[in-house]
């Protein structure tokens, strides 16, 4: 029975567990989507919400606090690994990120051009941002299911132009899919960020007040017609990343603490954790307490709330056509021939143990639009019910199949003989 048991417990506790939640969530949706029980599904969406306070207040349906809110929550943890990636990780060397960079860029031109190509002369042209994004959640959770065969260097690769595909996300919404601009409420939000980075100068700590200044800025920009998701990503530029107080000499502390008073050693180790933990830095603090609130309740509802699409009368217009080839081509094109061309040209090296074939599979494996082309495209369509449906369901088809082909391909790649550290 152990046996049988274990290899389900390994995978429970791997990195893919979070991506399972989220499309376990995405496959519930679209089966009561489709199911008798349809019309429970969508006046839930539509379930009107209220949030006053005094003389001021909110009157939004359901979905729109999911998309507008939590979703905030996942863009401030979105903005604080873009940060982190960018201050200490592997966007801090130039040199060093010149690939991801490149590769981030090719993976959201392309795929727009493809879409475009299908859409120049039809309605749905507004959607040219849904296929440039990357679902990193779903992309690194496909992978981990490879294990330890996964060089180190394509973990990272896969992950830093994730993040820099995320932050390319954020600027397509921010400038491009605004509306009806209120500029003395967008300046009232940008006032309050002045207050955010003000207090991480200081070198304020305390999260409650970043967090209170958020708050102001997601109202304000709600109110100004800018995406509020741009607001979390700008909070989290304030929140500092330098540690509260210096490390401790570990080994030292506790060599003497044994020697002093062995019989409080566990004593001692308590208020060593303690001390590690008042010594991360605010960034990490927040960082830490996000991740999981996003992984297994942020992403999964906001999944259940959008990948409910009624297939009936529903057809695979020029928008679903354009979404789903502009991920499943345009993305492992844009991302493996920019590589391709920059290796050659010099300018930047495939990581270490990484070949040709892995880069075309986490080419794929960037195709897995999901979360973040699903925000894009309530965004872009939020007048057309029925342009957005055309819109999830190329999305939802093309990330599927980028899913079972970027495991398929890296699956094979990975189990090949290495042709060289440069690839060549």
């Known amino acids: 029975m152990r046996r049988i048991v274990r290899p389900f417990i390994d995978f429970w506790n791997s990195e893919a567990r979070s991506g399972f939640i989220l499309f376990a969530a995405a496959v519930v949706a679209f089966a009561v989507a489709n199911s008798p029980a349809s019309s429970w599904y969508?006046?839930?969406?539509?379930?009107?919400?209220?949030l006053n306070i005094g003389d001021a207040g909110l009157q939004k349906p359901l979905a729109s606090w999911v998309k507008d809110l939590l979703m905030a929550f996942f863009f401030l943890l979105v903005g604080l690994e873009i940060k982190r990636e960018i201050v200490q990780g592997e966007l801090s060397d130039p040199r060093r990120s010149m690939l991801t960079i490149l590769a981030a860029l090719g993976g959201m031109v392309v795929p727009a051009l493809v879409y475009v190509l299908f859409n120049a002369a039809g309605a749905g042209l507004a959607g040219w941002g849904v296929p440039m994004a990357t679902d990193i959640a779903f992309a690194i959770g496909v992978l981990s299911l490879l294990g330890k065969r996964v060089p180190l260097g394509l973990k990272v690769f896969l992950t830093a132009f994730a993040i820099v595909d995320d932050l390319g996300a954020v600027l397509v919404i921010a400038f491009f899919y605004t509306q009806g601009l209120d500029l003395t409420a967008l300046l009232a939000a940008l006032g309050f960020f002045g207050v955010a980075l003000l207090l991480g100068r200081a070198g304020v700590t305390n999260l409650f007040a970043y967090l209170l200044a958020g708050a102001f800025m997601w109202y304000f920009t709600l109110e100004s017609g800018v995406s509020p998701t741009v607001a979390a990503v700008l909070l989290a530029l304030a929140v500092p990343l330098r540690r509260a107080v210096a490390l401790?000499?570990?080994?030292?502390?506790?060599?003497?603490?044994?020697?002093?008073?062995?019989?409080?050693?566990?004593?001692?180790?308590?208020?060593?954790?303690?001390?590690?933990?008042?010594?991360?830095?605010?960034?990490?603090?927040?960082?830490?307490?996000?991740?999981?609130?996003?992984?297994?309740?942020?992403?999964?509802v906001f999944a259940f709330f959008n990948a409910g699409v009624s297939v009936a009368g529903a057809g695979f217009g020029e928008v679903a056509t354009g979404a789903s080839l502009g991920l499943l081509l345009g993305k492992p094109l844009g991302i493996f021939g920019v590589c391709w061309l920059a290796v050659r040209s010099g300018i930047a090296a495939l990581p270490a143990g990484v070949t040709w074939p892995m880069i075309l599979g986490a080419g794929f494996l960037g195709a897995i639009g999901f979360t973040m082309s699903l925000f894009v495209a309530t965004l872009a369509f939020e007048g057309s019910a029925t342009l957005l449906n055309q819109a999830k369901i190329g999305v939802l088809s093309a990330s599927v199949v980028a899913a079972l082909v970027g495991l398929g391909f890296l699956a094979w790649a990975t189990g090949r003989q290495p042709v060289g550290v440069d690839g060549r």
């Open 42 to 50: 969508f006046e839930l969406k539509q379930l009107p919400v209220g």
């Open 248 to 300: 401790p000499d570990l080994r030292t502390t506790l060599d003497e603490a044994a020697r002093r008073d062995p019989e409080n050693l566990e004593a001692e180790m308590d208020s060593l954790e303690d001390t590690l933990r008042n010594a991360q830095s605010p960034l990490h603090r927040l960082e830490r307490t996000l991740h999981p609130w996003s992984a297994y309740f942020i992403m999964p």
